[in-house]
């Protein structure tokens, strides 16, 4: 069946520094989705992306799509404290939501 | 604007008794999502309806049931709960293939 396999499982970063999550999946999507989840919260929506190669910035936040439309990325810069979460990917096809298992972000002040 | 409700917030059972989550999705959305989450791990897609029926499902174990109302709101039925069921359950909605909405969860502990 279809898999979205997320690297890293956790990441520790000091306030300040850079962090990279990426997103694979076995097949293409139709788009991806990136949600965020705070500790004791619910996964929150932040941003979808449909098109080929796609890059979409959210302040700090850089979203990419793959060519191939199977894989993403999601890079923040310059990281804060209130970044603190787990961030999840999400393929989507055919009304289906693939969850990528997480990478919890934890950042030392 | 409204978001998914769900409740209870948090549910507390014992081993083999039965509990009746209830989710409320945002009006006008098409599809309902039931997912659960253990500790530490992503969401588990359990069962999902387009138009109240059925119309996927996961890893559901054959213990519980879901339905979807006229009115539009879902209940995941768990019976013979075991210790392995305790987690968080989220109900999320969207609608023709929209980001999903997340509820709150219920917290659902099987001691």
């Known amino acids: 069946g279809q898999q979205v396999m997320q690297i890293p499982q956790y990441q520790h970063v000091q306030e300040g520094e850079d962090f990279t999550t990426y997103c694979n999946s076995s097949t293409t999507l139709s788009n991806i989705q990136w949600y965020k989840q705070r500790p004791g919260g619910h996964p929150v929506f932040l941003i979808q992306?449909?098109?080929?190669?796609e890059v979409k910035k959210q302040k700090r936040l850089t979203f990419q799509f793959g060519e191939a439309k199977k894989n993403s990325s999601l890079h923040i810069t310059a990281t804060q404290t209130t970044d603190v979460g787990t961030y999840f990917c999400a393929g989507h096809n055919f009304n289906k939501f693939y969850f990528g298992s997480g990478t919890k972000l934890n950042v030392k002040p | 604007a409204a978001g998914v409700i769900q409740s209870p917030r948090h549910l507390i059972k014992e081993k083999r008794e039965t509990a009746t989550l209830k989710c409320y999705p945002i009006?006008?959305?098409?599809?309902v999502y039931w997912y659960q989450q253990g500790p530490g791990q992503d969401p588990q897609f359990l069962i999902s309806?387009?138009?109240?029926?059925?119309?996927d499902k996961g890893s559901i174990p054959d213990r519980f049931s879901a339905q979807q109302f006229s009115d539009y709101h879902s209940e995941l039925n768990m019976s013979s709960l075991e210790l392995g069921d305790s987690a968080l359950y989220f109900c999320a909605s969207s609608d023709e293939g929209s980001p999903l909405h997340f509820g709150n969860g219920t917290r659902l502990t099987v001691t």
């Open positions: 009006p006008r959305h098409d599809t």
């Open positions: 309806f387009y138009e109240k029926m059925q119309s």
């Open positions: 992306l449909v098109k080929s190669g």
